[in-house]
T-cell receptor, first 115, second 113 residues
Framework: EPEVTQTPSHQVTQMGQEVILRCVPI?????FYWYRQILGQKVEFLVS????????KSEIFDDQFSVERPDGSNFTLKIRSTKLEDSAMYFC?????????????FGDGTRLSIL | GENVEQHPSTLSVQEGDSAVIKCTYS??????FPWYKQELGKGPQLIID?????GEKKDQRIAVTLNKTAKHFSLHITETQPEDSAVYFC????????????FGKGTHLIIQP
């Protein structure tokens, strides 16, 4: 069964540094998402992306964050100047039809640790 | 936005017994009600979902029931097995233009052997 894959599985970065998290969505999916999960807490929506532009974003997704689809397969989340509170699991998801009432398929996440 | 409450936060049951997790939501326009299972070190995986025109849906040992009047829906797992141990999240969707999911805080289900 096709999967969403994320790299790296664990990223350790110094505070203030830039970090890029990478995702390869399922190949015939057109809608892509990033979520964040702080340790022990719920999963929180960050941003959705379709047709090379942002569809929706949450209050968490401020100017420090950006997303990009640099080629036909990758979908990236960049944090420009990391803060301690950015430490979390980051999940990428995708679906075919791009509505919240259609199943979203999640990757296994990247654990981001900010020192 | 949607206000989502899940209960209980932790549920411990004997192997073979049933488990029920309840999710309460605030937006009466919600029309899609999925449950996700998250195992340790993994991303959330959809296990069952229901739409607002249906009251109950079953898939082998798991079922979801919906009460739109009371604005809650529940996950039922029967004949629980050790591999059911995980964190379960509900994510009711109101379709208000934002296509990101709003997750509940999760229920840690522990299956005691």
């Amino acid at each position: 069964e096709p999967e969403v894959t994320q790299t790296p599985s664990h990223q350790v970065t110094q505070m203030g540094q830039e970090v890029i998290l990478r995702c390869v969505p399922i190949s015939n999916h057109l809608y892509f998402y990033w979520y964040r999960q702080i340790l022990g807490q719920k999963v929180e929506f960050l941003v959705s992306f379709y047709n090379n532009e942002i569809s929706e974003k949450s209050e968490i997704f401020d100017d420090q964050f950006s997303v990009e689809r640099p080629d036909g397969s990758n979908f990236t989340l960049k944090i420009r100047s990391t803060k301690l509170e950015d430490s979390a699991m980051y999940f990428c998801a995708s679906n075919r039809q791009g509505a919240g009432n259609q199943p979203q398929h999640f990757g296994d996440g990247t654990r981001l640790s900010i020192l | 936005g949607e206000n989502v409450e899940q209960h209980p936060s932790t549920l411990s049951v004997q192997e073979g017994d049933s488990a029920v997790i309840k999710c309460t939501y605030s937006d009466s326009a919600s029309n899609y009600f999925p449950w996700y299972k998250q195992e340790l070190g993994k991303g959330p995986q959809l296990i069952i979902d229901i739409r607002s025109n249906v009251g109950e849906k079953k898939d082998q040992r798991i079922a979801v029931t919906l009460n739109k009047t009371a604005k809650h829906f529940s996950l039922h797992i029967t004949e629980t097995q050790p591999e059911d141990s995980a964190v379960y999240f509900c994510a009711p969707y109101s379709g208000g233009g934002a296509d990101g999911l709003t997750f509940g805080k999760g229920t840690h289900l522990i299956i005691q052997p």
